[in-house]
């Protein structure tokens, strides 16, 4: 399978993405330059974390306009598997593809810690490699992560399915005090209505070996090895 | 054509939590300033843009404010013309 991670001006995730894609699954991976209108044949495409454009006016609402974006959102109008990771996450939003909005940390405080979350969705073709229910420890690393979207769009997002990981405490309950960020509903990652739209704020390519904390992040990808390429 | 001047507020909108208004809104009251009932914490954007009249500056500056400068999930808008510069 082939993964394309696009790379912004001031992202900084692409390398560790690839790392995940290449060194840990074995499969192919291609960069993406934002000024590219080519997918170059990716299968899946990532749009990895860091700081586009400096998050200057909203983090991702200029990476948002960038030519690839065109390209992008075609490839998941088609159903193809966009994985959305941090300021990707926040990209898309910007862009539409998938719902609500996030916004600075509640406490107005950048967070980089590990976070523990339940998977509430393993149907998801980001999430399958997982078990439901499952407790999973990634990084987070973000100022702007609170996912905030109308009450009408929780619910539904709630109702459908699509709050694909939530963050929990240690008893497995999702506490204020285990919401980093002050997320409405402590939601980490949602998948927009057709599913192969995934947002998430952790990392999961930064959870990757056990040396470096958790190996967590790896079921994420392994999940998209058994999606047929569209 | 002619240069105009328009300004744009950007706030976030009522309803989702400002919590750099509400620190601000705290710091206001230990100052002393405690009638102050409520602070949000926007954005100004100063915008020269030529046009054909007034009305059609604010008309470009709005189609700015509904595509990239603010977002309407979030954010509140509002125009202020200066007038032609």
């Known amino acids: 399978m082939k993964f394309g991670i696009v790379t912004f001006p001031g992202s900084n995730c692409d390398y560790d993405t690839m790392r995940a894609v290449v060194d840990v699954l074995g499969e192919e991976g291609v960069y993406l330059w934002h000024k590219d209108r080519d997918l170059q044949g990716a299968d899946v495409v990532v749009l990895p974390g860091g700081f586009s454009y400096g998050d200057y006016l909203r983090p991702g609402a200029i990476a948002r306009f960038s030519p690839i974006m065109s390209e992008v959102i075609a490839h998941a109008r088609r159903g193809a598997p966009l994985v959305c990771i941090c300021n990707g996450f926040q990209i898309a939003c910007e862009a539409g593809l998938l719902p609500g909005a996030l916004l600075r940390n509640q406490t107005l405080q950048f967070i980089s810690s590990p976070v523990t979350m339940r998977v509430e969705n393993a149907m998801t073709m980001f999430t399958s490699a997982y078990q439901p229910g499952q407790r999973i420890t990634m990084p987070v690393a973000h100022g702007d992560g609170r996912y905030t979207a109308d009450c009408a769009i929780l619910d539904e997002l709630e109702g459908e399915g699509r709050v694909v990981l939530r963050y929990i405490d240690t008893a497995g309950e999702a506490t204020a005090l285990a919401n980093p960020n002050g997320a409405e509903r402590n939601i980490a990652g949602i998948v927009n209505e057709q599913g192969n739209v995934f947002g998430l704020m952790p990392h999961p390519e930064r959870a990757m070996d056990d040396l470096l904390g958790s190996c967590d992040g790896v079921g994420i990808f392994q999940s998209l090895l058994s999606v047929v390429p569209v | ?85």
């Open chain 2, 1 to 85: 054509m002619t240069p105009y001047r328009v300004s744009v507020h950007i706030t976030p909108r009522r309803g989702i939590l400002d919590p750099q208004g509400k620190a601000v809104e705290g710091a206001l009251h230990s100052l002393g300033f405690e009638r102050v009932s409520s602070v949000r914490v926007g954005r100004h954007i100063v915008i020269d843009t030529n046009a054909e009249n007034e009305e059609a500056a604010v008309a470009s500056v709005t189609a700015m404010c509904q595509r990239l400068l603010a977002n309407p999930v979030i954010e509140d808008f509002e125009i202020e013309s200066a007038g032609a510069t």
